[in-house]
């Protein structure tokens, strides 16, 4: 069986998920994924936990509620790891949330 793994990074630009799989030896692989919004990485998130991955790591671009959908939406399947930014410099400062969440 192989040992599926997988980081998920976000991009205004994208107007629907993008997917990439890397071979990471004869056991194990890498899915790439680039979302536009926390709905699709939530709606990308069950979809992993249906494919059997045993960890997510999300870019810097998720703020803390963006973290938080996204292991709500794991749903206990795999630990969701982050790495953090809370004042992003691709954002002009902003966090994630900011970014993401504006009304």
């Known amino acids: 069986m192989k040992r599926k793994v997988a980081f998920m990074f976000i991009n205004g630009d994208l107007k629907?998920?993008?997917r990439a799989v890397m071979k990471t030896g004869e056991k194990g692989e890498l899915i790439l994924i680039g979302v536009g919004s926390y709905e699709q990485a939530v709606e990308q998130a069950g979809k992993l936990a249906e494919e059997g991955v045993v960890?997510?790591?999300l870019c810097g671009g998720f703020g803390v509620l963006g973290h938080g959908q996204v292991v709500k939406a794991a749903n206990g399947a795999y630990p969701v790891g982050i790495v953090r930014?809370?004042?992003?410099?691709?954002y002009d400062g902003l966090s994630g949330d900011e970014k993401w969440m504006q009304a």
């Not at 930014?85 to 691709?90: A, E, K, V």
């Open 16 to 18: 629907e998920a993008q």
């Open 55 to 57: 960890s997510l790591e």
């Open 85 to 90: 930014f809370d004042n992003h410099p691709g």
